[in-house]
């Protein structure tokens, strides 16, 4: 199977559909003279390139930065979003991960939540909902405040920074077997719990959001972990036990 | 508390009921095995005790009837969270792989539908087998202490000398060991109550709670299916009709 120039090839089994009204099926595509060092994307580019050059409909999927930090590339890759690697976004998996001649299955991440819009790109418009509903701070417009004025310790700093470091691509929906966004949601309420910016809304930032993703039709939360494992940025679940605290003391706060 | 901003039915809400009910199902397992475990002392201890129980006059039909009422909601909020599930991916995976790493999904988190449903069916049947089983007007009656009380003990060592019983319980608690496997740790985490250093301990705890009690459960129904002396012992002749 493998070639001379030290290329590889792999059957693709990837998900092909219209539009949201229409059923979608997976389909088998071949790829070959793939760079080991190429990006999964670039590979997708690769067999888009073969596609049109045949004057066949490319494959849909998204990207934007390809550097791991706009969270748009999310794909189910062999039953994992992103794939196989811990840490990584799509953009960052590389071709090596997978062995010469191997069949690899690429289906869009799967939420009712999460209307595939064609082929393997799906709407993630409800992330945004649930974040108008609660996941913002209040600032008065005008100059940057001295920054000095505001102490936050390093500890709470970073703390914070761990849930801040969501991008919001789904994987955490993707790979719950509830397809439930707790993590997510979790994940701003607990930056945001942590930060004194974050305080003017707390009383009530928990019950909103939590009311916004049940009514976007995200499932509820059995505590499987495997968000934690699938999250490129590792976001643990203790974003989640801050979100069932701060959403008790919320509904506490009201009386 | 108003009514409009309690909502006892969201997503939080539901598994804040499930684990709830779930501590306090898992407290009176514990309880459960530590009374059963006079089975191991003999007739008397255990008739002894089944007899205390029922001496404790009002307090009897009130935790009745609580364990009843934390059994349905234990399993309605749990039904309500399956069917969310249901509900939230119509359009399933091809392919599902777990990640491993920090993930939590076992066969144990899986399955805890299907060995609830199963561990549901056999409370009705255990309960129906012997809280509502013959009893002193049936012939199971011995003296304590010079009073005639019911005979619990002739039925429990009746009941697991027959080999199908013996395996359909041991069967049971198998599943039941699933179930806290998941549960245990999954409660304390639905509650909102861990944090990352309890978390790790919770988990774990959960094993060992699951694998003790299992072992607890286990070794009752074999003590009584290869140890206990049988029945014709005590001088009592086994009616068969």
Same mark, same amino acid.
């Given at each position: ?19 949201? *009204? ?159 966004? *707790? ?52 976001? *643990? ?19 | ?73 234990? +399993? ?160 009592? +002749?086994?009616?068969?009709?």
């Amino acid at each position: 199977m493998m070639s001379t120039n030290g290329t590889r090839s792999y059957s693709l089994r990837i998900w092909r559909q219209n539009d949201n *009204s229409s059923p979608g099926a997976l389909v088998e595509y071949r790829v070959s003279d793939i760079n080991p060092q190429m990006s999964f994307l670039e590979m997708l580019d690769h067999l888009n390139d073969t596609l049109e050059r045949k004057h066949e409909v490319p494959i849909a999927f998204e990207s934007d930065c390809r550097e791991g930090i706009c969270g748009t590339c999310g794909l189910m890759i062999d039953g994992r979003p992103h794939g196989p690697a811990a840490g990584l976004t799509t953009c960052g998996l590389r071709m090596r991960q997978f062995a010469d001649g191997a069949t690899i299955t690429i289906e869009p991440f799967r939420a009712n939540a999460f209307p595939v819009l064609r082929d393997l790109v799906v709407d993630r418009q409800a992330f945004d909902r649930i974040i108008q509903a609660g996941g913002y701070i209040s600032v008065n417009c005008g100059q940057a405040p001295e920054a000095n004025s505001m102490l936050i310790g390093k500890d709470v700093a970073e703390a914070a920074m761990d849930s801040a470091a969501c991008i919001g691509c789904g994987a955490c929906v993707a790979s719950c077997p509830n397809a439930s966004a *707790s993590l997510f949601v979790g994940a701003k309420i607990r930056q945001l719990a942590l930060l004194p910016q974050g305080q003017a809304e707390r009383s009530r930032r928990a019950l909103r959001m939590v009311e916004a993703m049940d009514r976007e039709g995200f499932g509820d939360c059995s505590n499987h972990g495997e968000c934690e494992a699938a999250c490129p940025k590792g976001i *643990s679940i203790e974003s989640i036990a801050v979100m069932r605290r701060e959403y008790m003391r919320t509904l506490l706060a009201r009386g | 508390m108003n009514a409009s901003s309690f909502r006892p039915w969201s997503s939080i809400g539901k598994k804040l009921f499930n684990g709830l009910t779930g501590i306090f199902l898992m407290l009176f397992i514990i309880a459960h095995l530590a009374g059963n475990l006079t089975l191991l002392v003999g007739a008397d201890a255990f008739n002894g005790y089944a007899e205390w129980l029922h001496r404790l006059g009002a307090i009897v039909p009130v935790m009745e009837v609580g364990l009843l009422a934390l059994v349905l909601a234990h +399993v309605v909020s749990a039904v309500a969270v399956y069917s969310d599930r249901r509900a939230a991916r119509t359009i399933r995976y091809a392919v599902v792989a777990s990640k491993g790493g920090a993930s939590k999904q076992t066969v144990f988190s899986r399955s805890m539908i299907l060995t609830g449903a199963v561990l549901l069916v056999f409370l009705v049947l255990h309960i129906w087998q012997f809280r509502f089983g013959p009893s002193i007007a049936e012939g199971y009656s011995t003296v304590l202490h010079g009073e005639p009380v019911r005979d619990l003990y002739r039925l429990v060592v009746e009941t697991f000398q027959n080999p199908l019983w013996l395996v359909f319980y041991l069967a049971v608690t198998v599943l039941l060991g699933f179930h806290l496997r998941h549960g245990f740790w999954s409660a304390f985490q639905s509650l909102g109550v861990l944090t990352p250093r309890t978390r790790a301990l919770a988990y774990s705890a959960g094993g060992v709670f699951a694998i003790v009690m299992v072992i607890g459960f286990l070794t009752l129904p074999l003590w009584l299916f290869f140890a206990a002396e049988p029945q014709s012992a005590r001088g009592i +002749v086994m009616v068969v009709p």
